[in-house]
């Protein structure tokens, strides 16, 4: 089998690199209303190219926001159903000025990670490069006879802006969703020689906050020291959050945290991770985050909270004498199970509003959140994503915590009852929602290759 | 003399509001590089409004800046000669959405405390309705043949950019710049029947500081807690720039700091001031500032640090989970006697730079900076103001310190050995620098009236 694999992905490689070009090249930011058109665009050729691979009852499925993308193969229904989940959506690209070519240019670099070359773009490898590796390894089964089980495809455009109408959807459509299991790759692997396979994700509780001093900008030489300066107080109260320690200062925001036994901890310690080459990496004198916990804790079992954007007053050149009216800030909570991010929303929210002074008014507003998740590694559907890694990169992957957030996997747990295995290609230094993004064409491609051998494996192991 | 005075303003009044109009329609932004043209073109209009007015050698001396407008009437060289300073630039219009008119649309709107109407636009207070009101004076003299004195104008075009390029001009042109004294309306009054002249000035030190953090922006999920966020790192330390009594912890910051006599904050103390009032029209629920100080004392006699501009991480639309890069922030420290621009500017970039954790580099860049100045209220020329005051508004004007800085009047006294008198005619509340910038129809046309009488009575008390 792996050579009829393998010998369909080396004829038909650079046509699988131009289809994914053509996607990349569309700018489907679900962020910003301006792209609404191309989100859009993005839909109705994923849709297309659903149909081309041999996908039967392929459909825009119309909801509040972006649409849904839906597909299916039924080849017997008393075989095993496989639901594919990805999302066509992609993060907003700026800064601009520091991508070195065009995020909606796609064109394949040489890395130090990526010898063979990776795939510069917006959504390279956040998702649509990694939603397109299962396209093609379905157009892959389906022309050499080798599909083993059914297939569903559920591919969203809302997921960078907080899968706000995903539930719904799955709600609505928990007959034609009935699967066996889900199959998602939006996660990584440690490095292109260790792979891993991702059992746990953080949660988040992602809010806005505002704080109004004077109703009015103010000249800071006039009122300067007299009134609230917004900026000043929106600072003392973001560094109010956290401790000497870094802990964490929200009343009751660690009650919920599941604590790792010792073991639990020595078990992950074992994962090969060098610090100095952390710091190397990223260029960093020093690593900085709650005491008592190593790096690797520290983003993937610890929750954070973490200010994501922050802004007020004058921003432009040169210096402007302004005592602003208003000081913003977006800021996201990771979370950790088995905290839930409604509850830490809240406490959050009570205690931002508790630490303001009298001379301010603040406002705190929900954006979007997801639970924390650990998928079983004794599953059917692990087993099979395991022994499909073990064929294609000749080694068993690790499995670990992922400090990412796929908020709607506990969501499908929830909702359809079932269990979703997280196989991703991606490596962390693919600088997903940053300048650069990347994907390495050795990623792409090992990830078109694997799928097929999953589907076998997992339609043997559900015999 | 008043009549010839009154007379000529009540024929010419729409004609001196035209040419204001005139001026403003044209944004002269000078911190901001695209209104280049602009800035120059206001210089060309001002040049020719001087020689109109009857000015003699009237000049754009260039500068490694934006260029000074010079221009004299020398009458007698036995005469006292009274040199005007004023400026021509203003500072950037934004937040553009909150103005009710365009910036460079000026309107007459009426206002609880303008009810005979304010000419609203950036710059109409600050400074171009002000510095014009001296031309307007000087046009009146010429053609009333009442010029008592000599005359000088020096209009700069980078006031509000720190006026970087002043103190060369002056000094490579003190004999051409020689005078008696300087006067300057660039400041205000308490109210429209209560006038007031400025007697002191605090001083500025202006910083931009950057804060990094890992080389790129970061997956706030695969990174968040385990690397320093230059967001969070730079709202702690701009909090740890003030205690819970809102000191200032820099160390050194109060060292030079004048104290006043209970004598002299008793006397303060008599300036006519509502509190209720101040709260209510800047819609605050409470007041803040250093412990121990009143609200009028905290913004005249007390320095202060305040953050005039915050920016880093996603600022757009919806939800981004990045962790920055960078954070940037704009502070600025207003100075008070006997601090020291440079030194004080110093001993922020030390202590910024101490309190910076390991995990993170920062950078401090000065923008520019002035020294606090108090003038003397016993000199000819202030005695000469507040009697023109006094015969123009009917009643003795108040000596008053102001919160905001010129910092060029300690530069003239230094460079040219001139104290300047502070002679403004706008309102606290005319909004400069904030959107909706106005500035009373009554006040120009005063400050116009009020002018004249200054230099007859300077010629007089000058013999």
């Known amino acids: ?24 090249r569309i700018p489907s930011v679900s962020a910003d209303p301006k792209y609404k058109g191309d989100v859009n665009k993005t839909a109705d050729v994923i849709k297309q190219k659903l149909v081309e691979a041999g996908a039967d009852n392929v459909e825009i499925c119309k909801t509040a926001g972006y649409p849904i993308v839906y597909g ?11 639901l594919v989940y990805g999302h066509y959506d992609v993060q907003p690209a700026d800064p601009l000025e520091l991508w070195t070519s065009g995020p909606f240019e796609p064109v ?5 990670l990526h010898p063979q070359g990776a795939i510069f773009a917006r959504g390279s490898c956040d998702d649509k490069g990694q939603m397109y590796m299962h396209v093609k390894a379905f157009e892959l089964m389906m022309k050499t006879n080798s599909l083993p089980c059914n297939i569903k495809f559920m591919i969203e455009g809302e997921e960078e802006v907080g899968s ?44 806005e906050v505002e704080v109004t001093g004077p109703n009015r900008d ?23 959050m956290k401790d000497d320690k870094n802990h964490i200062t929200i009343p009751g925001f660690y009650d919920d945290v599941e604590i790792l036994s010792a073991e639990e901890r020595a078990e992950m310690a074992k994962a090969p991770f060098s610090l100095d080459e952390y710091k190397k990496a990223l260029d960093l004198s020093d690593i900085h985050g709650e005491d008592g916990f190593t790096t690797n804790e520290r983003n993937s079992i610890r929750p954070t909270l973490d200010v994501n ?39 959050f929210k009570n205690y931002f509003e508790s630490i303001a002074p009298k001379s301010v008014k603040v ?23 395991s022994k499909a890694m073990e064929t294609t990169f000749g080694k068993k992957p690790v499995p670990v915590r992922s400090g990412g957030s796929i908020p709607i996997v506990a969501m499908f747990k929830s909702e359809l009852g079932l269990d979703s295995v997280l196989m991703g290609f991606g490596l962390d230094s693919d600088a997903i929602h940053s300048p650069n993004e990347h994907f390495g064409v050795f990623n792409y491609l090992k990830g078109i290759e ?6 076998k494996n997992y339609a043997e192991l559900s015999k």
Chains 1, 2 share one sequence.
């Open 1 to 24: 089998m792996s050579n009829q694999i393998n010998e369909y992905i080396e004829k038909n490689k650079d046509r699988f690199l131009n289809e994914l070009f053509e996607l990349l």
């Open 72 to 82: 299916e193969k039924i080849i017997d229904t008393k075989l095993p159903t496989i």
């Open 450 to 455: 694997t799928i097929p051998h999953f589907f």
């Open 363 to 385: 406002k705190v507003t929900p954006h979007h959140g997801g639970e924390p998740v650990v998928t079983p590694s004794t599953s059917a559907a692990y087993k099979a994503a």
């Open 108 to 112: 394949i670099k040489k890395t130090e």
């Open 218 to 240: 103010l000249h800071s030489g006039l009122y300067g020291g007299a009134v609230a300066n917004p900026i000043n107080i929106l600072c003392e109260m973001i560094a109010k």
């Open 164 to 207: 706000s109408n995903l539930a719904t959807f799955v709600k609505q459509n928990k007959e034609k969703l009935k699967a066996d299991v889900i199959v998602i790759s939006d996660t990584g692997i440690i490095a292109n020689d260790i792979p891993s396979i991702t059992v746990g994700l953080r949660g988040l509780s992602y809010v």
């Open 309 to 347: 954007g922050i802004w007020g007053g004058y921003t432009g050149e040169g210096a402007k004498t302004v005592i602003a009216s208003k000081a913003y800030a977006k800021i996201s909570m990771r979370l950790v199970p088995h905290q839930n991010s409604d509850k830490v929303t809240a406490l």
